[in-house]
């Protein structure tokens, strides 16, 4: 593989590798033979998206180079004058975007960002209110593994086993008995909508914050395609690199009254410089998510999900809650004698990408896949009915996985991630 003939976002992205191959090829291979990877098999990895060329550029520019502890106009740093500017318009953007008095753009990940709303809010032993890690909360909602389990007492909630929806009354009924100082919304594996309205009446009862994980939905909020949080939730925490498609970072949007708690969370409570380079570039992706182009896209990307979920149930896999209104669908491929495991790895021989994730019943391991990437590519529903029967031929090995990697790669050059 040369430089020349890879399918790069940008010609100054490509001229830019070119002068690291020379200067370093080992990991200039690397990238290379990544960037190939991801144009060359589908990504269906719920949480990934392929940022915009304009994107790149932002991160992989001289601000890069800048420190800026501190926030604009208040830096512990000199020369900050125009990185200010960058931050500024990420934050009245990411505002007028969501609709929200406050926005924090610095958190560097979507972890980050809960991190200092648990910070702003609760003192270590007090009780959160979750959902439970089985049934679709991050490490970050009180995994034994992740700090936000060691330092506070997380009770779960979960679905229900018949319907695979949110059982609202276990909710309230937990925030009764347990009394949390805040309750958490939002999940990595829940195909449908928070009620947020339900969560707000819930934690006023209980006298609790309720913050909001938006990482995965924050995108589709952002084109309409999703309920927003923001007029409900205390704090919403969310990442900027899922459905929203701009670099990998957080942030955190609140209201006025909790702003300067929040600023001062993330810094200096939890992080030290922001990465400007990165703001700068969540700024352009905040710019391209409030063009008309982008809630086409996000309506699109929930378009895809459906067929496609409707397609893996035609094909036998048990899918949660029967659909999905997401970008998201989590699935069951145990019907077709195969557990999430063994067709994670079938379904990447194809060129399948995706994850395990855990199921709401039995310790087996189900999948989880989304549409956001793939939609990136410009594919609609009739690619996400083709790929539901490559998932069927896959996982019932009916084909050799080879055959159909040379089906999905015709896809991918058909929609390339960048189109030269
Ligand atoms: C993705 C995600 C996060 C964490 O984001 P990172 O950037 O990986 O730290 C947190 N919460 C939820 C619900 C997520 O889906």
Redesign the pocket.
Known sequence: MSVTTAAHATAAQAAGLDALRRQDPEIADVILAEEARQASSLQLIA?ENFTSPAVLAALGSPLANKYAEGYPGARHHGGCELVDVAERIACERAAALFGAEHANVQP???????LAAYAALLRPGDTVLAMGLTHG?????GSPANFSGRWFDFVGYGVDGESGLIDYGQVRALAREHHPRAIVC???SYPRHPDYAAFREIADEAGAYLIA????PIGLVAGGAAPNPVPYADVV?A?T??VLRGP???MILCGAELAERIDRAVFPFTQGGAQMHTVAAKAVAFAEAGAPAFTAYAHQVVANARVLAAGLLTEGLTVTTGGTDTHLITADPAPLGVDGQAARSRLAAAGLVLDTCALPWGDARGIRLGTAAVTTQGMREAEMARIAVLFGVVLREERDAREVLAEVRELTRTYPPYPG
């Open positions: 949480a560097h990940s979507g972890s980050s960002a809960v909360g991050h490490l970050t909602h939002g999940s990595i994980d938006a990482a995965h925490c990442t690199h899922k990998r970072g957080g």
